[in-house]
C-alpha cells in the first residue's frame, strides 16, 4: 500500500506543454497561481530523462525519442552524443499492414540485436497488462509479430535470445524465434481460477512483480509460480459504462481470508517435462524467486504467514533438492527486498535489518555471512550492483539525515565508503553496465530536478537537465520555500516536517493550517522531494492558508524500530503523533488553533478520517480521499504484515479504525473514492457512510464513477482539487 499514494502525487505536475497562460493576478510580487493551469496546463511540470537502458558496452545508453518521428536512440554516456538508432517508427512497418507501429515497451534481448515491442497494451491491475508484441531484428531491419493467437502477458526473450516465453490467457507458451513454433506447455489455466506464469492481483499490488516465470542462464529450464486461487473469496465491482452496469470479478484476499495456494514448477524444455518444486510444509507466500548464476541452481524466498521468517532455499534442478542457506525472523516483520545480487566465486550479496537499520552484508552459497558492506545509524534506501571487477558496491543511503539522499560506493570488505553525488538534497542514480559513468537525478525541497552525468568518483561529466525554463517559470509566481522542523511528541519523540507560510505574513494575524499525511508503514513525505501535490500547496499558501506536513512514527528512513513501533496497533501511534503536532502548530504565533484540516490519500485518507474522530478536539475538518475505513477490508499480504489477521487481532483492527469512532465526528468532512478502485475498495466509503448516517452526522460526500485509486485524468484532477479547495475555503476561512 505504501506505493498507492505515489501514483495520485503526480497531478500536480501534468505532462509538458507549451500552452500559452494568460498571466493572473499578482500576489506578494508575483503573479496568483490558478487551479487550471496547475492542472491542466502541464507548465509546472519538471523535465527529465526517463526510459534509459543502460547498454552491454558499459558506455552508452538507450532512450525513446519521438520527436520528428518515434526512436530509440543510443546516446554516449560522457558526451551525451547520439552515436546509433537502434529503432526507428519508419522501419516498424507489419506484413499485414501500411502504417508503422507505435510501441510502448521494448526490451532488448542479450545482444541487443532483436527487440520485443509492444502494442496495444490493455491493462490489467496497476502494474499487469496484455499486449500485442512485434520482434524486430536490427541486422536485418525486419519486423514480425510474435504470435497471430491473441495477446500475450509479460513476453520475455530466453537468454540465448534464441526464444520468447509468454503467458496467453493464465498458461506458459514458449516461440522458438527461427522457426516460428509455438509451443504451449500448460493447460490448465483458467480466469480466477489457476495462473500459470503471472502473479494474482495480491502479490503484483505488495511484493511488487507481474511476471512469474524465469529462464536458466543455460535457456534450458522455466522456473514459474502456479497460483490456485479457486478458494480465494471473489470480489465485485460494478461499471457503469453502459445503459446496464456490467460487474468486473476477480480474486482479492481480504485480511484474514484465504490466500491463493501458490507452487514452483521447473519446465525443461528439451524433453518437456514439468517437477514440482517443495517449498516446504507451513509456507503462506514465496516472495521472490529466480536462479543463481549457475543453469542448475534456482533460488526462491518463502515466508510463513505472519511474515516475521522470511527463508532463502537454492534448488538443484538437476535432482529437485532443496537446502535453507539463510533465514531471517523479526518480531514484527520481515521485509521483502530486491537486493539479492549472486556474484561470481559462489557469493551473494543480502540486505537485512537486523542490526537496527537496513544495511548491504556479504555471503557465500553455504549461507556463510562474510562480513557488513554498510555500517551506521541510517537506512540503505536502494542498491544500485556491484562493480566485481573494482570491488564495488553502489548504493543510496538516507544520510546525512532521513530528509536527504546520497549516493556511495563502498568496497565489498566494507571499506572505503565514498559520497559520489555532490549535490545535498536527495539524489538518485542509474549506472552504466560497467559503472564508469552515473546519471544523477537532483532535487531538493525547494527546486525542481536537475539531471546531470558523472563519472564513477562523482565528478559532473556533463548537465544533461538543469530545468532553466521551469525556474523561470516558478520564478514569476514568487512561491515561498518549505522550511523544514522538527518537534517532540507527547512521549518525546522527535518528529520531522516542513511547512510553507504565506509571503509577508501579517504578525497580527493567525492563519489556517491544512497538514498534508501519508504516514504509512516505511513511507516518507517529509524529504527534499519537490513534487508532491507542490504547485497546488504553492496555490492555497496564496490564499493564506499554512500547509504542513509531518513524518509520524511508522514511517520510514529512521531505522526499523521508528519504522515497527506501530506492529499491530496500526493508526494508534500515528494519529497521536499527528494530533500531537496538530497541537504544537497551535502554540505557533501565526497559527489559528482553531482552524487545522488534515488532507490525504489511501493511507492518509485513512489518517485524515481518524483525525476528525479521534482526533475531533484539534482538527477543524478533514479531507480523506480513497481512505482505508478498517483494515479488514484490506488485502491480506500487506495488512497481515502489519496486523496479524482479525482473527488473531481482533482489537488492533477495530480500536483503530475510523468507522468505530464515527460518532465522534464534530468538524466538516469530506469523503471521496472512485467506484472502480480495486485497491482500496469503494466498500470502505460506503461502510463509513453508513456508520456516519446511522450516528445522524452531516458529511460531504463525492463518487467518481468508474475512477481507479489513482483516479487520474486532467480533467479529474481539476475537478477533484477545485471540489476539495472549495471545501477548504468554505470550512476554515
Given at each position: 500500500m505504501k506505493r498507492i499514494l505515489w501514483i495520485s502525487l503526480l497531478v500536480a505536475g501534468c505532462s509538458i506543454s507549451a500552452l500559452a497562460q494568460t498571466p493572473g493576478k499578482t500576489t506578494g510580487g508575483g503573479q496568483q497561481l490558478t487551479l487550471q493551469e496547475i492542472f491542466?496546463?502541464?507548465?509546472f511540470s519538471a523535465r527529465s530523462l526517463y526510459g534509459v537502458n543502460p547498454l552491454k558496452d558499459g558506455k552508452t545508453y538507450a532512450s525513446v525519442v519521438y520527436q520528428p518521428s518515434q526512436a530509440l536512440v543510443v546516446y554516449d554516456f560522457a558526451s551525451g552524443k547520439a552515436v546509433d538508432t537502434l529503432l526507428k517508427r519508419a522501419w516498424l512497418t507489419p506484413q499485414d499492414s501500411s502504417k508503422p507501429i507505435r510501441f510502448g515497451n521494448y526490451t532488448p534481448n542479450a545482444d541487443e540485436t532483436k527487440f520485443l515491442l509492444s502494442t496495444d497494451e490493455e491493462q490489467i491491475y496497476r502494474h499487469s497488462s496484455r499486449e500485442n508484441n512485434f520482434v524486430f531484428d536490427k541486422n536485418t531491419k525486419s519486423l514480425k509479430a510474435l504470435s497471430p493467437h491473441g495477446k500475450q502477458a509479460y513476453a520475455n526473450f530466453s537468454p540465448d535470445g534464441k526464444k520468447v516465453g509468454f503467458m496467453?490467457?493464465?498458461?506458459?507458451?514458449?516461440?522458438?524465434?527461427?522457426?516460428?513454433?509455438?509451443?504451449?506447455?500448460?493447460?490448465?489455466?483458467?480466469?480466477?481460477?489457476?495462473?500459470?506464469?503471472?502473479t494474482d492481483w495480491v502479490y503484483e499490488e505488495e511484493f511488487a512483480f507481474t511476471r512469474a516465470f524465469f529462464w536458466s542462464a543455460d535457456s534450458k529450464t522455466i522456473l514459474y509460480y502456479k497460483f490456485d486461487e479457486r478458494a480465494v473469496p471473489e470480489f465485485l465491482m460494478p461499471i457503469y459504462d453502459g445503459l446496464y452496469p456490467t460487474n468486473f470479478r476477480f480474486k482479492y484476499p481480504k485480511a484474514g481470508a484465504q490466500n491463493a495456494t501458490v507452487?514452483?514448477?521447473?519446465?525443461?524444455?528439451?524433453?518437456?517435462?514439468?517437477?514440482?518444486?517443495?517449498?516446504?510444509?507451513?509456507?503462506?507466500?514465496?516472495?521472490?524467486?529466480?536462479?543463481?548464476?549457475?543453469?542448475?541452481?534456482?533460488?526462491?524466498?518463502?515466508?510463513?504467514?505472519?511474515?516475521?521468517?522470511?527463508?532463502?532455499?537454492?534448488?538443484?534442478?538437476?535432482?529437485?533438492?532443496?537446502?535453507?542457506?539463510?533465514?531471517?525472523?523479526?518480531?514484527?516483520?520481515?521485509?521483502?527486498?530486491?537486493?539479492?545480487?549472486?556474484?561470481d566465486h559462489k557469493k551473494f550479496i543480502w540486505s537485512s535489518e537486523r542490526n537496527g537499520y537496513k544495511h548491504l552484508y556479504l555471503y557465500d552459497l553455504s549461507g556463510a555471512e562474510l562480513g557488513a558492506i554498510t555500517r551506521g545509524n541510517w537506512d540503505v534506501t536502494n542498491f544500485y550492483g556491484v562493480d566485481e571487477k573494482a570491488g564495488l558496491v553502489y548504493f543510496q543511503?538516507?544520510?546525512?539525515?532521513?530528509?536527504?539522499?546520497?549516493?556511495?560506493?563502498?568496497?565489498?570488505?566494507?571499506?572505503?565508503?565514498?559520497?559520489?553525488?555532490?549535490?545535498?538534497?536527495?539524489?538518485?542514480?542509474?549506472?552504466?553496465?560497467?559503472?564508469?559513468?552515473?546519471?544523477?537525478?537532483?532535487?531538493?525541497?525547494?527546486?525542481?530536478?536537475?539531471?546531470s552525468v558523472h563519472d564513477k568518483s562523482g565528478k559532473e561529466v556533463r548537465m544533461v537537465q538543469d530545468n532553466a525554463d521551469l525556474r523561470k517559470t516558478l520564478a514569476a509566481y514568487k512561491l515561498v520555500k518549505k522550511e523544514f522542523f522538527s518537534f517532540a511528541n507527547n512521549g518525546g519523540e522527535s518528529l520531522n516536517g516542513w511547512m510553507l507560510k504565506p509571503a509577508n505574513m501579517n504578525p497580527k494575524k493567525k492563519y489556517p493550517v491544512l497538514m498534508?499525511?501519508?504516514?504509512?508503514?516505511g513511507?516518507?513525505?517529509?524529504?527534499?522531494?519537490?513534487?508532491?501535490?507542490?504547485?497546488?500547496?504553492?496555490?492555497?499558501?496564496?490564499?493564506?492558508?499554512?500547509?504542513?506536513?509531518?513524518?509520524?512514527?511508522?514511517?520510514?528512513?529512521?531505522?526499523?524500530?521508528?519504522?515497527?513501533?506501530?506492529?499491530?496497533?496500526?493508526?494508534?501511534?500515528?494519529?497521536?503523533?499527528?494530533?500531537?503536532?496538530?497541537?504544537?502548530?497551535?502554540?505557533?504565533?501565526f497559527v489559528d488553533a482553531k482552524n487545522i484540516a488534515m488532507f490525504g490519500w489511501s493511507y492518509g485518507g485513512y489518517m485524515s478520517s481518524l483525525a476528525i474522530t479521534k482526533g475531533a478536539d484539534v482538527f477543524k475538518a478533514a479531507v480523506a480521499v480513497a481512505p482505508v475505513i478498517n483494515w479488514r477490508f484490506y488485502d491480506s499480504i500487506y495488512t497481515e504484515r502489519y496486523m496479524r489477521t482479525p482473527q488473531e487481532n481482533a482489537a488492533g483492527y477495530d480500536d483503530n479504525s475510523p468507522s468505530s469512532h464515527a460518532e465522534k465526528l464534530k468538524g466538516p468532512y469530506l469523503l471521496i473514492h472512485g467506484t472502480a478502485d480495486d485497491n482500496v475498495h469503494y466498500q470502505n466509503s460506503m461502510v463509513m457512510v453508513q456508520k456516519l448516517v446511522d450516528a445522524n452526522k452531516q458529511f460531504d460526500f463525492m463518487a467518481y464513477p468508474d475512477k481507479n485509486h489513482g483516479m487520474g485524468g486532467s480533467r479529474t484532477s481539476l475537478q477533484l482539487f477545485t471540489k476539495i479547495t472549495g471545501f477548504l475555503n468554505a470550512n476554515l476561512k
Open positions: 491542466t496546463s502541464g507548465k496467453r490467457d493464465n498458461n506458459l507458451f514458449i516461440i522458438d524465434l527461427a522457426t516460428g513454433r509455438e509451443e504451449q506447455f500448460t493447460f490448465d489455466g483458467k480466469q480466477n481460477e489457476i495462473i500459470n506464469g503471472g507452487s514452483l514448477h521447473l519446465y525443461t524444455i528439451d524433453n518437456k517435462t514439468t517437477r514440482k518444486v517443495e517449498i516446504g510444509d507451513g509456507i503462506e507466500y514465496v516472495a521472490r524467486a529466480g536462479w543463481t548464476k549457475d543453469p542448475n541452481i534456482a533460488w526462491f524466498q518463502r515466508l510463513n504467514r505472519h511474515q516475521n521468517k522470511l527463508e532463502l532455499v537454492l534448488v538443484d534442478a538437476r535432482d529437485n533438492s532443496s537446502k535453507v542457506i539463510l533465514t531471517e525472523t523479526d518480531k514484527a516483520w520481515v521485509d521483502v527486498e530486491d537486493d539479492l545480487t549472486f556474484l543511503a538516507a544520510d546525512p539525515n532521513p530528509m536527504s539522499r546520497m549516493v556511495y560506493s563502498v568496497k565489498l570488505d566494507g571499506s572505503d565508503m565514498t559520497k559520489i553525488s555532490s549535490r545535498g538534497g536527495k539524489n538518485a542514480a542509474t549506472f552504466s553496465k560497467n559503472f564508469s559513468h552515473f546519471i544523477n537525478y537532483h532535487t531538493d525541497a525547494n527546486s525542481p530536478t536537475v539531471v498534508f499525511v501519508y504516514g504509512g508503514p513511507s516518507q513525505t517529509v524529504d527534499e522531494s519537490f513534487g508532491q501535490y507542490f504547485m497546488w500547496f504553492q496555490y492555497l499558501v496564496q490564499q493564506g492558508y499554512v500547509v504542513v506536513s509531518v513524518d509520524n512514527r511508522g514511517t520510514g528512513a529512521r531505522g526499523a524500530a521508528f519504522k515497527k513501533v506501530t506492529y499491530q496497533q496500526l493508526g494508534k501511534y500515528e494519529i497521536e503523533d499527528q494530533i500531537d503536532a496538530a497541537k504544537y502548530l497551535g502554540t505557533l504565533p
